[in-house]
């Protein structure tokens, strides 16, 4: 096993092995070329807003529609500015605090940069 080994994307093994130019995971038997996999994770790990500009931390966003908050008794509205944004993974990939609102969490879908 080479230093440089990932695990297994599909199981999670650390056990996985080099044969030829693919790895190879002994626990689940699951075959893949590293270099495809550091590609594709570069590419997924990319937050992109409503209009394809990359997303970063800190970065500010406007709200581009209004967004109904369960228990809240009105909506976002839309033109709402958001600073100093936090990136995360998951559907609501967006954490930030909205005045009037407190901590929030987004979908990038819904915002552009500002």
Known sequence: MSDDATPCPKCKSPYAYEADSLMVCPEC????NPAEIAE???TDN???DSNGAILQDGDT????KDLPVKGAPKAIKAGTKVKNIRLKDGDHNIDCKI????AMALKSEFVRKG
């Open 29 to 32: 038997n699951y075959e893949w």
């Open 46 to 48: 990319v937050i992109k």
């Open 99 to 102: 005045d009037g609102f407190g």
């Open 61 to 64: 966003v406007v709200i581009i």
């Open 40 to 42: 594709a994770l570069s």
